[in-house]
Nanobody
Framework: QLQASGGGSVQPGGSLRLSCVVS????????FSWYRQVPGKGPEWVSG????????RYSDAVKGRFTISKDFAKSTVILQMTALEPEDTARYFC????????????????WGQGTQVTVSS
């Protein structure tokens, strides 16, 4: 299971920290990503990292503002979001890949319900 939390409503320029608690699998064996989706559009890849937490990658839209990491003690994938913009408004959900090294071309095999992020003044 992947359970995301930490979303909310913030003003532009604000920050949020999303958490994705992973259970039922060996956390350190798989790559993970965060995606986001707005109504009427397909999922947009945001960020991902390898099984050991290395190799973080970001979409151009969030590079320099978001940071992804793994907390192995808590089996949690974290997305620290800063300098939030109205365009970041979406439902964010985490996904697991069936591989160790991140490859966004590979389809994920598990995902959570997500958490809503709203950025507005």
């Amino acid at each position: 299971q992947l359970q995301a939390s930490g979303g909310g409503s913030v003003q532009p320029g604000g920050s949020l920290r999303l958490s994705c608690v992973v259970s039922g699998i060996t956390f350190g064996r798989y790559a993970f990503s965060w995606y986001r989706q707005v109504p009427g559009k397909g999922p947009e890849w945001v960020s991902g990292l390898n099984d050991d937490g290395s190799g973080p990658r970001y979409s151009d839209a969030v590079k320099g503002r978001f940071t992804i990491s793994k907390d192995f003690a808590k089996s949690t994938v974290i997305l620290q979001m800063t300098a939030l913009e109205p365009e970041d408004t979406a439902r964010y959900f985490c996904v697991k890949y069936p591989v160790r090294i991140l490859d966004v071309k590979i389809h994920y095999d598990a995902w959570g319900q997500g958490t809503q992020v709203t950025v507005s003044s």
